[in-house]
């Protein structure tokens, strides 16, 4: 770097460089096997319990419990874009004139000095030569350029100088998607929201910092689905969701995997599914000294009075996981009996284990004989007006990536040499800005053509 | 006539393709290196029937699905999309000596998914997540991405053992001229890095699809990130700074090991959203 420069001047350099752009990448590249080796958004406890104090200490310094955000490595994507933008200014500064010339010089040297020179004679003078090969160039490549020089006439034609421009679009690419990302981050949410069959809501909660956040409508389940495979495999999840705006039912749609809901910039995604407090079942109460049976279909809530009215049963819930002396009894009802004169106490009544309250050898034994299973269907709710942004940057990679390296700027000459007894000496030479093994094949193949003329 | 079986046949073709190859080489018998590619092609008929018959049979058995879903499929599919382009390129280039450093990992792939007894090679059913269009674009356009990737690997050998000397005689004077070399390890890289890219973009517009984020830093995508960030480096070096021979092969090579960690290390050692396999 030039010591006299101005400071800007020395910042332009700096980032003008390409070999910043590979450090850059190679950063990038190494730190990123940071957050795949390292547990990223963990809890406290765990960072304690997997690395030990000091280094959990050492992680929420460097911010590599969410790597992926912590601010060196956005520091070292903004580098990035900063160095894309430089350098694309400072090349396209200098190829303009290039991709767009204001007049195309052809300068034969250049070519008949090539390694993939093809010779080859025709039986016709130069003139007749030269019309019937301008005729073949003009329609295989592009316009012919005649030039008459010291060695004799040159024709000239070329294809694909736009191209060029391919690498810049790719460049522009990464800019757009990295843009659309950043203004996904700022204006979109990911939240996620847990729907009971029936009920509805038009509230969800951010995914990291659990925050509510108010939808401009309500979301309805009105019923989840899943089906296994004979493998037991679960096979589909299914919600069907009505939307509610102003109190009134706009429309229902079924949503699953890979078939989110997108409706006024909003998208819901199935993402999980459990089991759900089922609104009523079958409750049979037991007299345990003369065993005789009574059933009730009690509502959640509800309670009946037991036997010879002698008190009162109620259920009071379902839990997920019942826990009895250390062990996990699974999905359980939770009911409560209260006798006259006496104080009141819960049941549970594990459905994997409908007998199990006989156990407690009390007066009365429950035990449900049926109900329907209720579930709750998870949802993953977000907003990203980011992602046309991000989409339009995919598919400008791809066209300017397929531009870059599979089209390129071919140049074509062919000089003319008068021979002996009228013949004519033709070369061909081709130049390329990609591929020269691929430019030499076509030299070949367009001599071929030529030939046969 | 069964999937597995075809399977298995292309497997033993393959390995006699990789005898021939070496064998030419070895022995300097272009004539033998010329039959491998024959041979190869057969391995390359067996291999489709196999994948066809088994979509076939999937169908049969009332799950319906394309032949991509785990890892077995994965890798079968991997050693066809290397024979086919490694067919193209021998085609394309007339050089059939090259064969010797491909088809070798061509019957590796086949062979690990068939000789491992920790991969299953049961045709299951999908789970809900795989259940997308998109499956089929993207493991046909990461798999292409890698096998031009796997090519550009075989490739870069050559540039340690060819000797420097035109005038040698060992064995591996034979080996193609420096500018095809050249050529053909970089005609490789963009070929796979095109495919890469478009393989992580159609990945990353299915994940918006599955789960409404189009990249979340899980440790596969994250993986062929690095891999792209490996090989967009090469590609720098060597259209930007000039970089050539046997320094430009050993970023070939990193990005190849990027390429094995992302389809074997992630699903092995890292846990995350492709837990299932591809």
Known sequence: MDKNETIPKQIWTFFASVRLTVYLLVLLAVTSIIGTVVLQNGSPQEYIRLYGPGLTNLIKVLQINDMYHAWWFLLLLLLLCINIVVCSVERLS??????????????????????????????????????????????????VIRKQTDQGLVLY?????????????????????????????????????????????????????????????????????????????????????????????????????????????????????GTASPGKAVFAITDTQTKQTVS??????????????????????????????????????????????????????????????????G????????????????????????????????????????????????????????????????????????????MTLKVKKLATQLKEI | MTSSLLLSAATFIYALASVFYIGSFSFRKPVLARMGFWVIMIGVLANTGGILLRWVESYQMGYGHAPFSNMYESLVFFSW???????????????????????????????????????????????????????????????????????????????????????????????????????LTYQMIVFGFLFLTIGIITGSVWANSAWGKYWSWDPKETWSLITWFVYAIFLHLRLMRGWHGRNLAIVSIVGFVAVLFTYFGVNYLLSGLHSYGG
């Open chain 1, 94 to 143: 200098k190829t303009w004139k290039i991709i767009f010339p204001d007049k195309i010089t052809v300068n034969p040297g250049r070519f008949s000095s090539l390694k993939n020179k093809e010779q080859f004679t025709l039986s016709k003078d130069v003139g007749e030569a030269a019309a019937a090969l301008e005729a073949v160039l003009a329609k295989k490549i592009g316009p």
């Open chain 1, 363 to 438: 007066n009365f034994s429950v035990e449900v004989t049926s109900f329907k299973q209720a579930y709750y269907t998870g949802l993953q709710v977000t907003k990203d007006p980011g992602v046309w942004y991000v989409y339009a940057g995919f598919l400008f990679m791809i066209l300017g990536c397929w531009v870059t390296f599979f089209i390129s700027h071919q140049s074509y000459c062919l000089g003319f040499e008068k021979g002996q007894g009228g013949q004519t000496l033709v070369w061909l030479a081709g130049k390329s800005n990609r591929n020269p093994h691929g």
């Open chain 2, 81 to 183: 999309t290397i024979a086919v382009l490694y067919l193209f390129v021998e085609f394309k280039y007339k050089e059939s000596i090259i064969g010797v450093f491909v088809a070798p990992l061509i019957f590796l792939a086949i062979a690990y998914a068939s000789f491992d007894p920790s991969i299953n090679s049961k045709i299951s059913p999908l789970i809900p997540a795989l259940k997308s269009n998109w499956l089929i674009a993207h493991v046909i356009t990461c798999f292409l991405g890698y096998a031009g990737f796997a090519l550009a690997f075989g490739f870069s050998f050559m540039y340690f053992i060819k000797p420097r000397d035109p005038n040698a005689t060992s064995l591996f004077a034979k080996l193609p001229d420096w500018d095809v070399i050249d050529d």
């Open chain 1, 157 to 273: 034609a070329e294809k694909g100088r736009w191209t060029r421009l391919g690498v810049y679009v790719v460049h522009a690419s990464v800019i757009l998607l990295l843009a659309g990302a950043l203004i996904g981050a700022l204006f979109g949410f990911k939240a996620s929201l847990r729907l009971d069959e029936g009920s509805a809501s038009d509230t969800v909660f951010a995914a990291k910092t659990r925050a509510p956040i108010k939808l401009p409508f309500s979301v309805r389940c009105n019923s989840f689905e899943v089906r296994f495979y004979d493998t037991g495999a679960p096979e589909e999840f299914k919600s069907n969701l009505t939307v509610i705006e102003d109190g009134q039912e706009s429309f229902s749609s079924d949503i699953l995997v890979n078939h989110p809901l997108r409706y006024r910039g909003i998208n819901i995604f199935q993402s999980s599914y």
């Open chain 1, 296 to 361: 009730h279909t009690i509502k959640k809530g509800g309670s009946v009075s037991l036997p010879d009215d002698r008190g009162t049963f109620e259920f009071e819930g379902f839990i997920p996981h019942f826990d009895f002396r250390g062990h996990n009894l699974g999905e359980a009802f939770v009911g409560r009996i209260s006798l006259k004169d006496q104080e009141s106490f819960q049941v549970a009544l594990p459905t994997k284990f409908p007998t199990f309250d006989r156990m407690r050898k």
